[in-house]
């Protein structure tokens, strides 16, 4: 004989509900990717030198490859010298006309003013002889127009004599300058194509590719090596738009590999997607709106070797559920 007993319905419910409590940890799988970047020069040139190989362990700033520019030296010491030409031409015009210069224009102009007053009083003398027809009008026309071209030598002296006082105008003193940082943005522009001929690792990381051997011409942008950023691993991992809201950027989450069950990583989201995936362009039922997807981009600082490229890796979030409203 046994008895039956009758719960009330709310019972059933917390017992429901203790049976299959909630939980706050969203799992979701996806596949490790890595950083790589390619290394390639800014200038055409000729392959020179490759110190490493695919596979080798490089840190940012490894010297990985050299190329040449056979007329680059030819190039820079070219610069260089119109760079000192213009910076001689910008002191000689900060400086000035040197108290020499100035002397011996002071010097000409006196022997032209002594020259512009003896052909004035040779006009004057002349004068009242051509008047009278005692000197020939031939004559007293040459006096007078010695008098007026010494008198024109003499103002042109002077005014010259003038500007070697005042100095450099401002302008000029201004285009020198302009001109000597003009030939110095040259010069720096050929050692920079020079020193872009040393390719370095820009990060640290293994080499996963080289496509350039010595004797090789590669052009701008080409890629000589690929270094993969492996210390630095990421997974794109997709949640439901019901998880979406619990998730925030630099929240910290745990991760395993299918082979190491017993091993866990730790990374930090670093991106979540604004934009909702694999799901129909019109979500008409509610069947369709639950396949809306958001990928939340997680990134890990390996420091095992144990994460590679191309492995699946299941990540767990901690996405603490609202509080429940009384």
Known sequence: MFMRIRLPLCCLFAFSSCAKPPTSTVEATGTLEVVEVDVSPTSPGRVSRVLVDEGAAVRAGDTLAVLTIPTLSADVAQREAKAASAGAALQEAEHGPRTAEIAGAAAELAAAEAAADRAAKDVERLRPLAARQNVSAQDYDAARALAASTAGHRDALRAQLQLLREGTRPERVRAAEADA?????????????????????????TVTNRSAEP???????????????????TVRVYV??????RIRVGQEVHALLDAFPDHEFKGRVIAISTHAEYTPRVALT??????????????FADTTAMLKAGLPITVRIDAPLPAAKP
Not at 217 to 231: H, N, R, S
């Open 181 to 205: 940082r003009s030939a110095r943005a040259s010069v720096s522009s050929a050692l920079a194509t020079a020193r872009d001929l040393v390719l370095v690792s820009p990060v640290t990381g």
């Open 215 to 233: 004797g090789e011409v590669i052009g701008a942008g080409q890629a000589a090596l690929t270094v993969a950023q492996t210390g630095r691993q």
């Open 240 to 245: 439901s738009e019901a998880v979406l809201p």
């Open 286 to 299: 509610e069947r369709e709106r639950a396949d809306l997807l958001f990928g939340v981009k997680v990134e």
